[in-house]
């Protein structure tokens, strides 16, 4: 009689992620909300046609099938980050020239070509690198801030794309376009104020933000805004206010010292202004 024999459950258990422990655990929920949308929600399919239905029939084995639309795998380079793709990425497979052939290995890389777009939110023309799928998408929505804003961060998918998407929200939350036309202000805002709806003012600041950025805006937030007292420094002035309290003649007029006094600042050659006796 085998006795079948239990894997270690030690094996199975979570790898802790980012959000678990460090800086990423604090990050606030405004920005958790972000990164689900821009990383973990199932993006447009693009490179292949999606079915519809569970089920299907297959003529060529006479059965039924499950449906199973799965993306197919991209491969996203430096270079995307600082264009406009919309949503497309580089296809990597094979392809074979003849039945006796050995395959070789193939890339579909999209059309890219040097365009201008126009914010009308930012009252800014950009030339970057685009795709014709981007600019269709344009058209498609009349207007690259109707773009950005229509479509969420998973099918924008560039760096550059969310941050200008992130620019055009705060531009509208704070009411910071054309500062010096006060009715072409008024008419842009009440185009564009609707999309707002779905955003709070906190979920705004945090939108668009890469992981990096994200980590840097966070310690500069909870980082103390004065400099870090020496260790001396406290405790000198804590022994010359018990002095001063039990009245002792000598540290009437005594005064801490601060480090921009001491002797080591008048030596230091690296000073900007150095002191002379």
């Known amino acids: 009689m085998s006795v079948t024999k239990l894997p270690n459950p030690l094996y199975y258990f979570p790898k802790p992620n980012r959000w678990q422990r460090g800086v990423g655990a604090e990050l606030p929920e405004a920005y958790r909300k972000f990164w689900r949308e821009w990383k973990?929600?199932?993006?447009?399919?693009?490179?292949?046609?999606?079915?519809?239905?569970?089920?299907?029939?297959?003529?060529?084995?006479?059965?039924?099938?499950?449906?199973?639309?799965?993306?197919?795998?991209?491969?996203?380079?430096?270079?995307?980050d600082y264009g406009l793709w919309g949503g497309e990425g580089i296809v990597q497979g094979f392809r074979k020239k003849g039945k006796y052939c050995r395959r070789v290995a193939k890339f579909w890389v999209p059309k890219l070509r040097n365009s201008v777009v126009y914010s009308e939110?930012?009252?800014?023309?950009?030339?970057?690198?685009?795709?014709?799928?981007?600019?269709?998408?344009i058209h498609e929505n009349y207007g690259f801030d109707h773009y950005l804003l229509k479509t969420p961060a998973c099918d924008l998918r560039s760096l550059l794309a969310v941050k200008l998407k992130r620019e055009i929200l705060i531009a509208l939350a704070d009411k910071t376009l054309y500062p010096n036309d006060p009715e072409k202000r008024e008419e842009v805002y009440n185009t564009y104020k609707d999309y707002l709806s779905a955003y709070t003012r906190e979920e705004i600041e945090w939108y668009g933000l890469s992981w990096k950025d994200a980590v840097k805006k966070f310690i500069a937030l909870k980082a103390p805004t004065l400099e870090p007292e020496p260790f001396k420094i406290r405790y000198r002035s804590e022994l010359i206010a018990e002095l001063k309290a039990a009245k002792v003649?000598?540290?009437?007029?005594?005064?801490?010292?601060?480090?921009?006094?001491?002797?080591?600042?008048?030596?230091?050659?690296?000073?900007?202004?150095?002191?002379?006796?």
Not at 51 to 65: A, I
Not at 253 to 277: G, H, L, Y
């Open 40 to 80: 973990l929600q199932r993006p447009t399919a693009i490179h292949y046609i999606p079915e519809e239905g569970k089920y299907k029939w297959d003529e060529n084995r006479q059965t039924v099938l499950p449906v199973q639309n799965i993306p197919l795998p991209l491969k996203y380079p430096k270079q995307f």
């Open 121 to 137: 939110v930012l009252d800014k023309h950009m030339k970057t690198t685009v795709t014709t799928r981007t600019i269709d998408l």
């Open 249 to 277: 003649a000598e540290a009437v007029d005594a005064e801490v010292e601060r480090p921009s006094d001491s002797w080591i600042s008048k030596i230091n050659p690296f000073s900007k202004t150095p002191k002379t006796e």
